[in-house]
């Protein structure tokens, strides 16, 4: 089984950006494809992101393309989120999360998570 560790959170202002590391360990990381789901105050967990094993293809919500980007690197068992222009409204608990089966958008085929790391952007 893979752990999973986060890292990276803090609080910013709007318009700022920050970068948030997964780092994994035991099962080869290369070998699974890899999610980013947050859970702001008061509300559930919502797909953010994901990226193939190989790291070709990634999927986005519409309410961070074009300002968020998942990537990885299989040498370093690490993955990223690379969170551009912020805003209140991402306010979240952030988690990684890998999939066996392959690249998806539902929580539910995601079989380990991280502890996760707080994202605070202030207006």
């Known amino acids: 089984q893979v752990q999973l560790v986060e890292s990276g959170g803090g609080l910013v202002q709007a318009g700022d950006s920050l970068r948030l590391s997964c780092a994994a360990s035991g099962q080869t990381f290369s070998s699974l494809a890899m999610g980013w789901f947050r859970q702001p105050p008061g509300k559930g967990r919502e797909f953010v992101a994901a990226i193939s094993r190989s790291g070709a293809s990634a999927y986005y919500a519409d309410s961070v393309k074009g300002r968020f980007t998942i990537s990885r690197n299989n040498a370093q068992n690490t993955g990223y989120l690379q969170m551009k222009s912020l805003k209140p409204e991402d306010t979240a608990i952030y988690y990684c999360?890998?999939?066996?089966?392959?690249?998806?958008?539902?929580?539910?085929?995601?079989?380990?998570w991280g502890q996760g790391t707080q994202v605070t952007v202030s207006s």
């Open positions: 999360a890998v999939n066996a089966r392959g690249t998806s958008v539902r929580d539910g085929d995601y079989f380990a």
